[in-house]
């Protein structure tokens, strides 16, 4: 391959599409030192995704014990209770931070020392497969790089972007109803309007600097250096701002991530870029790029609402409407799976696939189950529900309702998203059907807190050894159901798949592994009574339900699935 410097390198290329060109020679520089600093010290690895693959996504602090590092208490979790099921762990930012739970980074470079160190960040990802967060489009308030740049560091003068506050920004697409554009006072006494997209404590770097991208970077390779694999491009749609435009999506920001991948790879080509982008559909999918130059997983943020809306229903129609239209530009490329994570049910990706008024009944029905609902403020001044804050298994089930009843909703969801082409995803609560932690809410005054409870070992661990708790049937039932999965390959997340139309009442997905001739069509009930369909034409028969342990060959097209029921049904293509 070609230096970089070439002037034909797409590196050098992207460069001067984003800088002027004496700017993007200094760039470029800068990046040659970076990839040759990292060269030796980094070691390349083989990593290929696979069915294999399944991804924890926790808090660093997720579990506590007296006396021990956090990391150290959740590494020892996962090697007693998912060795060997699940491969793969996102711990959310283990940064010290400031605010917003990890995602107000005060410094790159370290670990929480409430958490651990880098010595229990290496240990997990020498045992697991290592996601990490890359929130870069803010920084803290209380970051050494923004006290510089109030102190007048001249270095720093240019990291953030001020604004004049008589400016017309009214077409800035906001996620949040809080202020764009916040004041600071500096060293001189000088009042700056300074641009936060996301809070106050949130204040958002400057990418015209090509100081900004090279610190950036630097985070990004160090992370690598540390183990991770796969790196999660945080609030990544609003990173490129342009006065007059909506400063989100912008080809600039497209430009970025496609510029930070090949950096990169240019010393690790195993390492995966995730983006995420919780916005509309049909925007979201736009970062895989041509589906190789962009980023290798989207999240499919548009599959929590549906599955909620879906259940509370009882009716597949729009779920599967919309899974028809789910297409991939490579077979390099595919889609992060999920129902919960430490955010909210994001709205915005359902926007044109479900109307205002279904938004507003899962809403409806979300509040009565003890959730709540956060708001954005829109172009006009108003606000819009912005997400669903609500543990996942709460926001289908009626605190009336049995646990029963609750646990088989839940588990319908997640073995769909099971079932789903790409690779899944399990929020840490999700597996052991955590429910809403209203204390917490008004303790911390934030809504998603709802979602985030931690817990000290001794008590998760007790309820988890005593027979009829929730978490204990949730876990042991969540493990055996990932266990048939990764054992499957049919379920590679680069296979082929094509979603069925059974009727109202079911969601199926047909996935092929045409390398060993195998299939399985995926058939979920969404209904809470038995329901009987018939299979296409086009599957073959014997089929076998690999979900139901000493259960005879089907060989004719004609199944019945009890309320709640999945089959996996494997034959031959």
């Known amino acids: 391959m070609k230096h970089i410097s070439d002037k034909n390198h797409t590196i050098n290329k992207r460069l001067h599409k984003l800088y002027s060109p004496e700017v993007a020679d200094r760039a470029v520089d800068s990046i040659i030192d970076l990839i040759f600093k990292y060269k030796s010290r980094i070691q390349s690895k083989d990593y290929q995704l696979s069915e294999k693959d399944v991804i924890l996504i ?313 959730g709540l609902v956060s708001y954005k403020t829109d172009a006009d001044g108003t606000q819009s529900p912005y997400e669903l804050n609500c543990s996942y298994i709460d926001a289908l089930t009626h605190p009336d309702e049995d646990d029963e009843v609750r646990y088989k909703r839940m588990f319908l969801a997640q073995a769909t998203v099971l079932a789903m082409p790409g690779v899944p995803g399990v929020y840490f609560h999700s597996l052991v059907g955590s429910r809403n932690y209203h204390d917490g809410v008004k303790h911390s005054g934030v809504n998603r807190t709802i979602n985030r409870e931690k817990y000290h070992i001794d008590w998760l661990e007790k309820e988890l050894e005593t027979e009829g708790t929730l978490a204990k049937k949730m876990l042991e039932n969540y493990k055996e159901l990932i266990d048939t999965r990764i054992n499957e390959p049919a379920f590679n997340p680069f296979g082929k798949f094509e979603f069925l139309d059974l009727g109202t009442s079911l969601f199926a997905v047909d996935q092929h592994c045409i390398h060993q001739k195998e299939r399985i069509v995926a058939v979920h009930n969404f209904s809470e009574t038995a329901v009987t369909c018939e299979l296409p034409g086009t599957i073959a028969f014997p089929l076998t339900d690999i979900l139901a342990p000493n259960s005879t060959e089907l060989t004719n097209s004609t199944i019945t699935l009890k309320p709640f029921q999945m089959m996996w049904l494997k034959g031959k293509l």
């Open 58 to 370: 926790t808090y660093g602090d997720q579990v506590n014990k007296d006396y021990e590092p956090s990391l150290q208490t959740l590494k020892g979790f996962m090697d007693k209770h998912l060795k060997g099921i699940i491969n793969s762990v996102h711990i959310l930012p283990f940064y010290p931070y400031s605010s917003d739970d990890g995602f107000s980074v005060v410094n790159y470079g370290a670990v929480d020392p409430k958490m651990g160190s880098w010595r229990e960040i290496e240990q997990i990802s020498g045992e697991y497969r290592l996601m990490v967060d890359g929130v870069i489009n803010h920084i803290s308030q209380f970051s050494d790089w923004f006290k510089a740049f109030l102190a007048g560091d001249p270095y720093f003068q240019d990291f953030f972007t001020e604004v004049d506050p008589t400016l017309d920004l009214s077409k800035v697409v906001r996620p949040r109803a809080l202020p764009l554009l916040s004041e600071f006072v500096d060293s001189n006494g000088k009042t700056r309007h300074v641009w936060t997209t996301f809070s106050k404590d949130q204040v958002d770097l400057n990418y015209k600097s090509h100081r900004v991208l090279r610190n950036v970077l630097d985070a990004l390779f160090y992370y690598v250096e540390k183990g991770a694999t796969l790196i999660r491009l945080d609030a990544i749609a609003f990173i490129w701002k342009e006065i007059g435009t909506e400063c989100v999506h912008l080809e600039q920001t497209h430009e970025l991530i496609q510029l930070m991948r090949e950096v990169l790879h240019e010393v690790a080509p195993e390492v995966i870029i995730i983006t995420e982008t919780n916005v509309p559909h049909h925007e979201n999918v736009s970062y895989f790029g041509s589906g190789d130059d962009e980023a290798q997983m989207v999240y499919n943020f548009a599959l929590p609402p549906l599955l909620v809306h879906s259940i509370l229903n009882q009716n597949t129609k729009t779920l599967t409407k919309w899974a028809k239209t789910l297409t991939l530009p490579s077979d390099k490329v595919c889609f992060f799976n999920f129902t919960a994570s430490h955010d909210g049910i994001g709205l915005r990706p359902v926007k044109g696939v479900l109307t205002d008024d279904e938004v507003q009944y899962i809403g409806k029905r979300v509040k009565e189950h003890g």
